[in-house]
């Protein structure tokens, strides 16, 4: 227990008396004997509610309770007892935390295996920002931090992760780079917004660290190992008044920027999650994919970067192998990289939408890549494939020049340079070039079936050169090819005819021209 204070025991209507006040920021009139009452009525209950929660609780209730206060809250209360230290690292207390908070669905997921725990799925599948503040703070669970040879700090897993983020905005400073070792793989998927104790928030006022995210004084790994928490057991135990608006969750999310930057809408009645990069770095991606395996599932990427290296980095998604060090060996990645891209909203105003070059493999299906400065989709180098499937690739290439900086117009939506690449009921149109471009005549195959090539610039589909040993690898069949059309959908992610302004990233040059608007209808 916290030292310094006496708590009481007796009955809440009985006397009791303090040796020092209940609490610092208690303001109590020692002449106005009501309001003293109700302060001592209040502890009393407090203290008489842990008892009933230790030793007459039912054993099916307690769970649920630990549950709805929360992974922050079990932490700091593991630390007030060997009791509740017990109970709190009990399996039942995180199984029902994990099917309550939509992590685990029973019928769903499969069971357990043998030698995983409750505790240690649900470290592995940490929610933003129910267990951490940032997304960057939950990249570190199961990771180790390495130094490459430009100086920087890049984390590597060898366990598998999966980062679940709850609907709102989330502004990042830099990219995220995925290093997964073995088998292991990185998940990062929207999950829908349970019924969750949210932050408190004077908490989160106090563990705010000046603007580089907010770092709570307790977190989900100090459960077993992490400090003692001398905070009151009522303010573990407390949940945030219903009057704290949902807004004020996603401004604490990214409480160090502007309130009139561009990039910070509250607009909590979004049903996915969507991630802003907000950097002064040059040419640099949302998600970098350097080694193993990505699965990006539900989720928005508006990407804006300063530089026009749209092959080294400035693009949404960029996927690229580590290559060897050693002069004397072939450049061939060490080990393969691969993203997993489904059901995204993507767009750029700077670089291009999803890049697999030098050997990276890029699936992307019922996704929405539209708005971006360079290429939708650009494939290149020996080794690199994409397969593509029930994805809208619109209104690509239109660049964002200006006082001749940034990328120029004229771009394609799809564009094979080399490698391979697979397209099933895909709909490619009103991109500012050609709507498939494949360029290489002895290193690219193409396979495209069933899809669209509709009102592109130039070109709708742009084969490999007559006779070429490309061109004997590729194949187009049952594809509606026309220079004047009408589009059709084929993500699912277009639901209205028109694009809403607010919704595209702006070009970080001064004035930067945005693309027309365009219409999908279904």
């Not at 996603?250 to 009139?260: I, K, L």
């Not at 691969?338 to 670089?351: E, K, L, P, Q």
């Not at 194949?475 to 026309?482: D, P, Q």
């Amino acid at each position: 227990m916290p030292t310094g204070h006496s708590y009481p025991t007796q009955e809440a209507t009985s006397s009791v008396s303090y040796t020092t006040p209940p609490d610092n920021d208690a303001k109590l009139n020692p002449f106005d004997l009501a309001s003293l009452s109700v302060s001592r009525t209040r502890y009393a209950l407090a203290s008489d509610l842990l008892s009933w929660l230790q030793h007459e609780a039912p054993v099916d209730i307690l769970p649920r309770i630990l549950s709805f206060a929360g992974s922050r809250q079990i932490a700091a209360l593991s630390h007030v007892s060997t009791h509740w230290r017990t109970l709190c690292l009990s399996e039942s207390v995180w199984q029902t935390a994990c099917e309550d908070t939509g992590k685990y669905k029973r019928g769903v997921d499969p069971p357990l295996p043998s030698s995983m725990t409750w505790l240690r799925y649900y470290r592995s599948n940490p929610i933003v920002p129910i267990d951490y503040d940032t997304i960057q703070e939950a990249f570190r669970v199961n990771g180790n931090t390495v130094s490459v040879e430009d100086g920087s700090d890049v984390m590597e897993h060898r366990a598998s992760l999966r980062v679940l983020l709850q609907p709102r905005i989330y502004v990042l400073r830099d990219a995220l780079i995925v290093k997964a070792l073995e088998n292991a793989k990185v998940t990062i998927e929207t999950i829908a917004s349970h019924t969750q104790p949210p932050i408190v928030k004077d908490e989160a006022r106090e563990g705010c660290d000046g603007g580089n995210g907010l770092k709570h004084r307790t977190s989900l790994d100090a459960t077993i190992t992490g400090p003692s928490n001398k905070r009151r057991l009522r303010h573990i135990l407390s949940c945030r008044p219903r009057n704290v608006s949902q807004e004020s969750d996603c401004r604490s999310v990214y409480s160090d920027v502007a309130a009139n930057d561009w990039s910070v809408r509250t607009d909590c009645a979004k049903k996915r999650a969507r991630l802003v990069l907000k950097t002064k770095k040059l040419n640099e991606p949302i998600i970098r994919v350097q080694e193993g395996k990505l699965v990006l599932k539900g989720v928005d990427l508006v990407h804006t970067s300063h530089g026009i290296d749209i092959w080294g980095g400035n693009a949404a998604v960029q996927v690229q192998p580590t290559l060897h060090d050693d002069p004397l060996q072939p450049s061939w990645p060490t080990r393969g990289a691969t993203a997993v891209v489904d059901s995204c909203d993507i767009s750029s105003a700077s670089g291009r939408g999803v890049v697999a070059i030098d050997g990276g493999e890029a699936a992307v299906s019922n996704c929405h890549i539209h708005h971006c400065a360079a290429t939708g989709i650009y494939i290149g180098g020996p080794g690199s494939t994409a397969t593509i499937e029930h994805t809208d690739v619109v209104s690509n290439g239109d660049g964002n020049l200006q006082h001749r900086n940034g990328i120029t117009r004229g771009h394609s939506g799809v564009y094979l340079e080399q490698g391979s690449a697979t397209l099933r009921q895909c709909n490619i149109s009103r991109n500012s070039l050609t709507g498939l471009s494949v360029v290489s005549a002895d290193n690219a195959s193409l396979d495209i079936q069933d899809s669209d090539l509709v009102a592109n610039g130039t070109v709708q589909l742009e084969m490999p050169p007559r006779g070429s040993r490309s061109e004997r690898k590729s194949i187009s069949k049952n594809n509606r090819i026309e220079a004047v059309g009408i589009s059709v959908s084929r993500s699912n992610l277009v639901h209205c005819a028109r694009a809403e302004k607010a919704d595209l990233p702006q070009s970080p040059l001064p004035d930067g021209n945005r693309p027309p608007r365009w219409t999908v209808r279904n």
